[in-house]
């Protein structure tokens, strides 16, 4: 592709950074989504890192012909803490060179809330732009749900460094749309997007190689590249509670999702 196609380590989250680096890296892929979500998949943990820790980590990466575009930093910022959390996590992108920090929206339950949300977003991206980073809220329900939620919301935010991750399998996930559809509702407000696929219907946890789901990325993909998106792609999967037997069947199904695009791509254009 031409936009820089990349991989979260999340995909790699029963086992180590290393594991997940030293797989991306033989995929032939060159660039990494780096899994800091706190209590969850926790291969960078900035609020214990000291400025070795990040030289060792930027070392890891060069050594691999790897480079960071962006953090998978989902927390939920209306949680008390949070937002410094997610502080950390712009920090930790300026650290290693990333762009973009990826995030949850939260569910604030009531218009003080969501104001307040709003008001805190505002500021955070005061923060991310003197560090030259991108938040984007990801698409994942509520006020981050159907397309016309999400550009409420971005255009509510109103500020330059806020925008989305756009993910299509969640769509299908929390809402139950279509992603095809749905996608055409945000156009312009995409700064970074998951490859993710999906089997099944709303809350049915499998997201398999790319592929093998429903998603329609032709449809998907293609909107977004005709509105003139330059950001990077991510690969993002997740497959089933109970994951994969081995992190070499996580490298197969990741070779698998690259092959799929890769071949996707030469038949568009892309």
Not at 110 to 128: C, H, I, P, Q, Y
Not at 167 to 183: H, L, M, S
Not at 223 to 240: C, D, M, N, R
Not at 243 to 251: I, R
Request: charge should be negative; aromatic fraction near 8%; include cysteine.
């Amino acid at each position: 592709m031409k936009n820089k196609l990349g991989c979260s380590t999340h995909c790699y989250s029963k086992y180590s950074l290393e594991r997940a680096l030293d797989g991306i890296a033989k995929s032939g892929l060159k660039y990494v989504e780096l899994a800091a979500i706190a209590g969850h998949t926790d291969h960078v943990v900035p609020e214990e890192m000291t400025d070795a820790d990040f030289a060792a980590l930027n070392k890891a990466l060069a050594d691999r012909g790897l480079e960071a575009i962006s953090i998978s930093g989902h927390v939920d910022p209306t949680k008390e803490g949070h937002l410094g959390k997610l502080r950390n996590r712009i920090v930790l992108a300026n650290k290693v060179g990333a762009k973009y920090v990826n995030t949850l929206s939260g569910h604030p339950h009531t218009e003080e809330e969501t104001r307040d949300l709003f008001a805190a977003m505002r500021k955070l991206g005061d923060l991310a732009r003197d560090h030259d980073v991108t938040i984007c809220f990801e698409t994942h329900g509520g006020i981050m749900g159907k397309s016309a939620d999400c550009r409420r919301t971005i255009e509510t935010i109103d500020h330059p460094n806020v925008r989305i991750n756009y993910d299509p399998a969640n769509i299908i996930y929390f809402i139950g749309d279509r992603p095809e559809e749905d996608v055409h509702g945000v156009l312009g407000l995409i700064s970074h997007f998951h490859i993710k696929d999906k089997i099944g219907g709303p809350n049915e946890w499998n997201f398999p190689a790319i592929g093998d789901g429903t998603v329609d990325f032709a449809k998907v993909i293609g909107p977004v590249l005709a509105s003139g998106y330059t950001g990077p792609f991510s690969f993002e999967l997740e497959f089933t509670p109970e994951g994969l037997q081995s992190a070499e069947d996580v490298d197969a199904a990741l070779a698998k999702s690259i092959s799929y695009v890769e071949e996707l791509a030469d038949a568009r254009g892309w």
